[in-house]
């Protein structure tokens, strides 16, 4: 059965720093990645998904992601965060040919001043 | 705005009574989606529709759980005999019927068992 394990339940970092949300997953099929957002006091956005091709992926607020078939990751970057970028932070994956989202546990990106 | 709906927002109500919820997806969208999400935790799948047909149900979804979406449109998600265990988030999402299309989430129906 497939999982997705969130390493980091609170992230905190200072604004301007880079940051990173883990992210591993386990399928034994092919599978489709995605990050979705929760800002506070509102739902669930997709911030950026892997189907296939460059197993990099950008947003276009400056998040990036990259897909590692070997190391069943695929971990959350952006270089410099802005306090803006305070909320939670939800890895999801669905297997090729299913249509449900597995998600997990969350991680709370707090940014401080 | 054209996003998906859910009504109402909160609902409170005491143990054993049954509860309806509703969802309203995008309109070209052909799947619809319903998750439960609890404190501190990331969604969990419930169930989907294809237009009308409930395609697939978890095992999280008691015989006090269910779901319709006739005419294939709005969705109704009701619980019967409340447990406090129902307390949660009840999201719904709706997408395209295409190979890993994005599925867009409602703003959810908290709801609050006594």
């Known amino acids: 059965a497939q999982s997705v394990t969130q390493l980091d339940s609170q992230v905190p970092v200072f604004e301007e720093a880079p940051v990173e949300l883990r992210c591993n997953y386990s399928?034994?099929?092919?599978?489709?990645l995605f990050w979705y957002v929760q800002y506070p006091n509102q739902g669930l956005q997709l911030l950026l998904k892997?189907?296939?091709?460059?197993?990099l992926v950008e947003s276009i607020n400056g998040f990036e992601a990259e897909f590692n078939k070997s190391q069943t990751s695929f971990h959350l970057r952006k270089p410099s965060v802005h306090i803006s970028d305070t909320a939670e932070y939800f890895c999801?994956?669905?297997?090729?040919?299913?249509?449900?989202?597995?998600f997990g546990q969350g991680t709370r990106l707090t940014i401080n001043p | 705005d054209t996003g998906v709906s859910q009504d109402p927002r909160h609902k409170i109500t005491k143990r054993g009574q049954n509860v309806t919820f509703r969802c309203d997806p995008i309109?070209?969208?052909?799947?619809l989606y319903w998750y439960r999400q609890t404190l501190g935790q990331g969604p969990e799948f419930l169930t989907y529709?294809?237009?009308?047909?409930?395609?697939?149900k978890s095992r999280l979804l008691s015989d006090r759980f269910s779901a319709e979406r006739p005419k294939g449109s709005f969705s109704t998600l009701e619980i019967q005999r409340t447990e406090q265990g129902d307390s949660a988030m009840y999201l719904c999402?709706?997408?395209?019927?295409?190979?890993?299309?994005?599925?867009?989430f409602g703003p959810g129906t908290r709801l609050t068992v006594l």
């Open positions: 999402a709706s997408s395209l019927g295409l190979a890993g299309a994005t599925q867009y």
């Open positions: 399928s034994s099929v092919s599978v489709y």
């Open positions: 892997y189907l296939s091709g460059s197993t």
């Open positions: 999801a994956v669905s297997e090729a040919g299913a249509q449900k989202l597995v």
């Open positions: 309109s070209e969208h052909n799947r």
């Open positions: 529709f294809q237009n009308e047909a409930q395609l697939e």
